[in-house]
Each structure stands twice: as structure tokens, then as C-alpha cells.
């Protein structure tokens, strides 16, 4: 969920995809008719206040997972130098996200890095920083949170180190139950099964054979392939079926049409919204969904344990097997024990109007009439609702597409996080995530 692309992240004109409350309402109104449970955003501005959008969307059974960089220079872990990036300022900055969304109840966890192995050659120096940043934004939270927030990685698939990737996270330095460089979670960004595709052509069993004995939850971080057009979204069935419960779902990309083309929606610079043949058919998908299948639990893989941290971990020669993670750098101790001085921190406020007053149109260019937020004690789930065929023809929108000229983006039965974040405890946490489905 980054509607303008990167360009919607912009500190010096005060605002993110998070800090217009109106926005947030019309979005989340029609997240909750797709049927889906959790938002990711990739670039956030911490000294914004997000309080509007968040209890939107905690409203709507929608969680957050919330990526800590950003684009701009020292946002950002350098993938081609990452010594250089890891500074004082930088994790000023991150442990800033972490203040922003650590009290809304519905921030299911932070990204530490996306696809900061993105070849091979990256895989040799990275991955120590990758587990260093983990280790430290854990500490933060550990210091300063009133409940453990989840904190993981979001992985390219780039084939020949993933496995390796995966390894390299999930593995517990000296097999301490207490590394706190260990990710909670790990992310697949995977555009392999495209429309027309099946089980075997995208290697989707080459993938439950890879994470089979995970002892981290595993999800597609990014999927959704847009050749050809209209997507139809055949592996819906299949990432939430039986054959795949190694995984525990997906973010789609994306919710807005950008220019790299894979919006569900097309936001206009007047506010209103048309749905894409892709909404509809991704609802329609949701809609088939076992949701008592997805509401379990997979109680043999919450009792495995880490493997202990060690070169036999590892499988390519180009990947790195250097276990000892970098030291925080100066001033970090005593910053992750103190916090960062004047932290934003948000809250839920009481979402007093649920009625979209914007105009949204269906992908008929039908007038939506009626869209308004539904109140959602627990996740929200697919409802049997057809969205895109349920207005009848009118004029449909006017105005300029917002994506015409935004940058490209891209870089169980019970809820435990949603609504009492003091009762929560990092099992239960994870335990959530292996049964969650996103979006």
C-alpha cells in the first residue's frame, strides 16, 4: 500500500501513504469488501502522525506491516556499501518508525531491509548488516514497547542464494534461544506464477520443499505477476490451499495503479477511484478461499527449533558465512537503552465517520454507492462480496490518474494483536502470522 509510489514518501511536503485519514477510510473501506487482512507500507515519514490512518484500519480487522527505510540518502541500508550506511543517524531514524507504530495495536511487524541481497554478488558482504539491523531494531522494541512486534526481512528471489538467505536468518548464533539477530519472519518477493500458470510452472513446490521445516513464518512478501493482463490470479487457490500450508500467505502488489503497472485501483488527483478488472478478479479468488484453513495453525512447525548458526548452514560458495554480526555503532547502546529524544509515538483515536465521501466506481464504471467502513472485532476475512459488480453504469470518474505522474514504486480463529496490545507475547505474535493471509 504505497499510493504515488516512492513519491508519495515525502518529508518535505509532510506526508506519507499513512497521514491523510480521509485517504486511509476510502482504502480501507475497499480492502474490507476485497477481503483482505494486512497492509505493507513501504516508506513512512516518523515524525508524521499516522493515528487516523492506523484506527482506520484497525477498525477495518486490516494489520500493518511496516517497512523501517526509505529511499532518501541514509535511509536506507547501502547494499552496494552497507558499512557506510550503518550509522548513529540511520538507526536515530529507524527506531523512530518503531515509535511511530509500536502502540496502534494492529502494527503486525516491521521489515528490517527489503531485498538488500538482490544477486549474487550482494550475498557475499550484506547479510551480516541485514542481521544487525534486526538485532537492533528487537532491542528497541524489547526496550521500549509494551509487546514484542515481530521484525523480519523481505528477500528477492534471486534463486541462487534464497536458500541460503532463508538459512543464513532463521539460524540462532550458538543456538541462544535469545539472539536478537535472528529474524521473527521472512519475506518472498515472487513474481513466478503468471497468468495462465500452474503449480508446476512456478516452481511453487521447489518452494514448500525449500521452507518445509522453516522454524520462521514464510510468506510471499510481494507476489502477483501482471503478464499478461488482466491478471487473473489463478495462484490465489493455491498459496491458501493444502499444498501450501508451508507458507503463510502473501501481500499482493500492489493496491494503486503505478507506472510499473500493477495497481488493483486507479486513484485520480480528486480523490475518487475506479476499480481494475484485477480487484475484481483478485476478490473473486478470495472469495473461493477455505477460511477455516486458513485459520489453523500448524502446531508441528511452532514446536521446531532454530538450527545453531554455521557454515554447513550454507550451500553456495558466494554467500557469506561470517556469523559474527557487526557491533552497533558509537552512541547506539546508550540510544537503544535512553530511546531517541522526543519520539512521535501514535495511538488509536476513535473513528467517528465511516462513510466514504469521495465518489468510487467500479471497473463497469458504475457508481459504488453506499461504501462506507464496516467495524471489525478480530481480522477481517472474505465476505462474498463483488464489489466491481454491484453498481450500475454512470459516467465513471473524471480527473487525472495520480499514477500518470507518481514515481515508480516498487521497491487463527483468534486476533492477539488486534485490540489488547498489552496481553500479546512474541509466540503469540508468530503463532498469529503462520495463520494470517495478506495482501
Known amino acids: 500500500y504505497q499510493p504515488g509510489g516512492q513519491g508519495a514518501y515525502n518529508p518535505t511536503n509532510s506526508q506519507d501513504p499513512l497521514s491523510n485519514g480521509t485517504v486511509c477510510l476510502r482504502d480501507a473501506a475497499l480492502m474490507q469488501s476485497l477481503g483482505i487482512n494486512t497492509i505493507r507500507t513501504y516508506n513512512v515519514d516518523p515524525s508524521l502522525n499516522h493515528d487516523d490512518c492506523a484506527s482506520v484500519f484497525n477498525e477495518a480487522g486490516i494489520y500493518m506491516i511496516v517497512d523501517v527505510n526509505a529511499p532518501l540518502a541514509g535511509e536506507s541500508i547501502d547494499r552496494s556499501n552497507p558499512g557506510s550506511s550503518y550509522t548513529l543517524d540511520y538507526l536515530t531514524r529507524i527506531f523512530g518508525v518503531v515509535e511511530a507504530f509500536k502502540n496502534y495495536p494492529n502494527t503486525l511487524g516491521f521489515f528490517a531491509a527489503n531485498e538488500v541481497v538482490n544477486d549474487v554478488p550482494t550475498a557475499k558482504t550484506n547479510p551480516p548488516y541485514m542481521r544487525a539491523v534486526q538485532r537492533d531494531l528487537k532491542d528497541y522494541i524489547a526496550a521500549h514497547s509494551s509487546r514484542p512486534i ?7 528471489d534471486v534463486r541462487e542464494v ?18 536478537t539477530s535472528r529474524a521473527d519472519f521472512f519475506g518472498l518477493n515472487s513474481y513466478s506464477w503468471c497468468s495462465g500458470g500452474n503449480y508446476q510452472t512456478a516452481s511453487y513446490g521447489t518452494l514448500v520443499s525449500m521452507f518445509g521445516n522453516s522454524t520462521i513464518p514464510v510468506f510471499f512478501s510481494e507476489y502477483g505477476c501482471n503478464k499478461p493482463e488482466p491478471r487473473t490470479f489463478d495462484e490465489v487457490l493455491a498459496l491458501y490451499g493444502s499444498q ?6 502473501g501481500l499482493v502488489y500492489e493496491y494503486s495503479q503505478e507506472p510499473s503497472n500493477f495497481g488493483l485501483v486507479d ?13 475484481d478478479n483478485l476478490q473473486a479468488q478470495y472469495n473461493k478461499l477455505n477460511v477455516t484453513l486458513l485459520e489453523t495453525s500448524n502446531a508441528s512447525a511452532t514446536a521446531l527449533s532454530p538450527p545453531a548458526c554455521s557454515s554447513g548452514l550454507i550451500t553456495s560458495s558466494s554467500f557469506s558465512t561470517n556469523f559474527t554480526i557487526p557491533q552497533p555503532p558509537a ?12 519520539p512521535n509515538n ?3 483515536v476513535p473513528v467517528a465517520n465511516t462513510a466514504v465521501p469521495m465518489a468510487v466506481y467500479a471497473s463497469n464504471g458504475g457508481l459504488i454507492s453506499g461504501l462506507a467502513l464496516k467495524p471489525v472485532n478480530g481480522s477481517n476475512t472474505p465476505n462474498g462480496a463483488n464489489t466491481g459488480g454491484s453498481a450500475s453504469i454512470s459516467s465513471g470518474p473524471s480527473g487525472t490518474s495520480t499514477a500518470a505522474a507518481s514515481a515508480t514504486s516498487k521497491g487463527a480463529a483468534s486476533d492477539p494483536l488486534m485490540h489488547d496490545p498489552t496481553t500479546n507475547t512474541i509466540a503469540a505474535a508468530l503463532a498469529a502470522m503462520l495463520t494470517f493471509w495478506m495482501l
Open 162 to 179: 534464497l536458500q541460503d538467505t532463508w538459512a543464513y536468518l532463521q539460524c540462532a548464533i550458538n543456538g541462544s534461544s535469545s539472539d
Open 150 to 156: 515481530p521484525v523480519g526481512y523481505s528477500a528477492a
Open 267 to 279: 486513484l485520480y488527483d480528486n480523490g475518487t477511484v475506479q476499480l481494475r478488472t484485477d480487484y
Open 244 to 249: 501450501m500450508t508451508v507458507l503463510s500467505g
Open 346 to 348: 501514535g495511538k488509536i
Open 331 to 342: 552512541g547506539a547502546a546508550a540510544l537503544i537503552s535512553s530511546g531517541i529524544s522526543n
